[in-house]
């Protein structure tokens, strides 16, 4: 009798998946990986600030949060620094 449940379990075992079941798994992965890279793009924006964010006309405020703000002024007091004579 265990020969024929083992026999029956092993060989449901072996069939095949459902089409259906393996695409539903791979979008639900999908989706938890799009949702996961998401909000890793929000917190890198919260961190370094949004490209081009900075570029010459758009971030004059500068009054930036952001280590990208930080870099700019950081550089502009350098080049400051640079031009004036020794």
Not at 6 to 28: C, L, M, T
Not at 43 to 72: S, V
Request: aromatic residues 8%; positive net charge.
């Amino acid at each position: 009798m265990q020969y024929f449940v083992a026999r029956r379990k092993f060989q449901q075992a072996r069939k095949p998946y459902d089409v259906r079941d393996v695409i539903e798994q791979y979008s639900q992965g999908h989706l938890n990986m799009m949702v996961r890279i998401k909000e890793l793009q929000r917190r890198l924006d919260g961190t370094l600030g949004k490209p081009g964010m900075f570029l010459p006309g758009k971030g004059e405020d500068k009054e930036y949060p952001t280590i990208g703000a930080r870099l700019i002024r950081l550089e502009d007091k350098r080049k400051r620094h640079d031009m004036m004579p020794a």
